[in-house]
């Protein structure tokens, strides 16, 4: 470990005061499979550092900061003032942050940044907001975080784009929750169309496992609606002194050589050896693969405990630089990629074919988008329906009774199954919205076959009667939900949000509770765990702008 030494001080300074007066930075904007500046067309590869604290490798965070659970890189001007120059110092064009706290200003350090030619990419979730491998859903609280993620970066030239998902499927069994992943790239690549907002990608980021090739195809395949824009490879095979076909990068390279859209490594720098040599740099940025690859982001700029850092910062809030820092400045200053020129490039590949191998769980049908002003409509026409306020044990205790099968029919309407593409019409709404709905299916059946229950909107004092208040403008959309509320809405309700940012009266948006394992006598597992069960259960038989 060693401190910034004076003459590269001097000359990180230099770089920055000479970046300064840069007002703007060129918009990176996608053609085919390549990334590139739009003002005079040169070709865009990424040399990106992974920017955040508290984040271990596959975007976990290993220490809870605060009231959010993370630390927002992007939100404390002195931090970035201290860690630009020596980002400068390894070349960086990119930077990959893992969660963004939207409510926070950016402005001083996205300008920084901006001024020393950075671009940035930011994952959409936060660790409490995100969609999860083992009980995926997309949902109005999910969409609502992602959504603002944009609103808090739609104005910086210098950002190329978002990442709707890192490592969600990670193995055979769990590849269901990329149906889920995949109905956020649709829908906030129509969230930024509809907001007029300057053309930024979505993609998605994948580890590297033995489902990589399915994932990249699931995510590539049907219409330009609903597919990446960009591909993201976390991969950290080359390890010490490796070779372009000892560490796969070549079977990799051959793998994406017909991807129709950009792919870079969204993390690489194995640290099996220390410190890392960074061989691998020149072939990622030599001719064997700038023709596929777009560059890639090392794995990381702060020292955690997982040992991957470049840079470790002392108590006194002060950055010295590792080994790795050198080895990698050294390994970048040697590259030069050399590209082509966007009107002399014509894209030849086409979108690859949905995976269909036995293996692959995930569904080509995609979930519902999550509609507020329709969840509005259907808590509307209930009798019977939550309390507000209550607590996520509430929700999750109530939710593991009323969706056993054992009462009946209930939540046929608020499933989700990714690997059978059934959906319920109300799939998307709240927590305490699918609550709702679930206490009053159980009302109206008990109430039509059970006079002997004198009480069923009571819940241990978690639901209420109410009287409908159905609005003429949401007849048509609680008539296409139909009884059971899994046939298809194609109406808009006027009046309210259409796109899921906001919740009805006396309802939440948080999604936490859906995270929770509980035990009960004959379950052992959380409410969309539960979901697929009692979905399986009851359903089986049955963008970025191109140049």
């Keep these: 470990m060693k401190g910034l030494g004076i003459a590269s001080a001097g000359i990180a300074a230099a770089t920055w005061f000479a970046a300064s007066a840069v007002a703007q930075l060129d918009p990176i904007v996608i053609k085919g499979s390549k990334f590139f500046y739009k003002t005079n067309g040169t070709e865009f590869f990424i040399r990106g550092v992974a920017y955040q604290q508290d984040f271990s490798g596959n975007g976990s965070t290993t220490t809870t900061t605060g009231g959010t ?10 931090n970035c003032a201290r860690d630009i120059p020596l980002l400068q110092g390894l070349q960086t064009n990119t930077i990959r942050v893992y969660a963004v706290d ?5 402005s001083e350090c996205m300008q920084m940044l901006t001024k020393a030619g950075i671009y940035v990419i930011s994952d959409l979730s936060e660790p409490a907001v995100s969609i999860n491998r083992d009980t995926p859903e997309w949902n109005e609280a999910i969409y609502d975080r ?18 709707a998902g890192n490592e969600v499927s990670n193995a055979p069994n769990n590849t269901a929750a990329s149906a889920f992943v995949k109905a956020a790239v649709r829908d906030m690549k129509a969230y930024i169309v509809s907001k007029n907002y ?26 330009a609606a609903e597919s990446i824009d960009f591909w993201g490879y976390n991969i950290y095979s080359w390890c010490g ?4 076909s000892a ?9 994406f050589s017909s991807y129709n859209v950009p792919a870079f490594f969204a993390e690489y720098g194995c640290n099996k050896v220390e410190p890392r040599p960074f061989d691998e740099v020149g072939t990622l940025f030599g001719s ?65 074919a949905c995976p269909t191998t036995s293996t692959w769980q995930a569904a080509t049908n995609l979930p519902p988008s999550p509609n507020d002003a329709i969840c509005q409509c259907m808590v509307q026409n209930l009798t019977c329906v939550a309390k507000s306020g209550l607590s996520e044990d509430s929700i999750t205790t109530q939710f593991n009774y009323i969706c ?9 309407g608020i499933l989700a199954n990714g690997t059978t593409g059934v959906y319920g019409a109300f799939s998307g709404c709240s927590d305490s919205e699918r609550l709702s709905y679930a206490f009053n299916q159980y009302y109206l059946n008990q109430t039509a076959t059970n006079t002997q229950n004198t009480s069923p909107c009571e819940f241990s004092g978690t639901a209420q009667k109410v009287t409908p208040k159905l609005a003429s403008s949401c007849k048509a959309v609680v008539s296409q939900a139909g009884s059971a509320g899994t046939g298809s809405i194609t109406s808009t309700p006027t009046g309210g949000s259409s796109t899921g940012s906001g919740s009805s009266p006396g309802t939440t948006s948080t999604s936490k509770a859906a995270a929770i394992i509980l035990s009960v006598p004959t379950f052992d597992f959380g409410i969309l765990k539960l979901a697929a069960y009692v979905t399986s259960a009851m359903f089986v038989g049955a963008g970025m702008v191109l140049l």
């Design 69 to 78: 659970g993370y630390t927002d890189p992007l939100a404390n001007a002195t």
């Design 102 to 106: 939207p409510t926070q200003d950016h």
């Design 146 to 163: 992602y959504a603002s993620v944009i609103d808090a970066f739609s104005n910086y030239t210098n950002t190329i784009g978002f990442f």
């Design 198 to 223: 300057r053309a930024m990608g979505v993609g998605y980021a994948s580890d590297d496992d033995d489902t990589r090739i399915e994932l990249a195809d699931y995510f590539n395949c049907g219409t």
């Design 241 to 244: 002194q490796s070779s372009y």
């Design 247 to 255: 560490s796969s990068y070549e079977a990799r390279t051959q793998e």
């Design 288 to 352: 064997d693969m700038t023709p596929v690859w777009s560059g890639g982001i090392v794995y990381m700029y702060f020292q955690e405990a997982n040992d991957y850092g470049l840079v470790t910062i002392g108590s006194d809030n002060k950055a010295t630089t590792l080994s790795d820092y050198d080895n990698l400045s050294t390994a970048m200053a040697k590259v030069s990629p050399s590209g082509v020129n966007s009107a002399s490039y014509t894209p030849s590949n086409s979108p690859q």
């Design 404 to 412: 056993d099968p054992a009462q009946g029919n209930n939540c046929g």
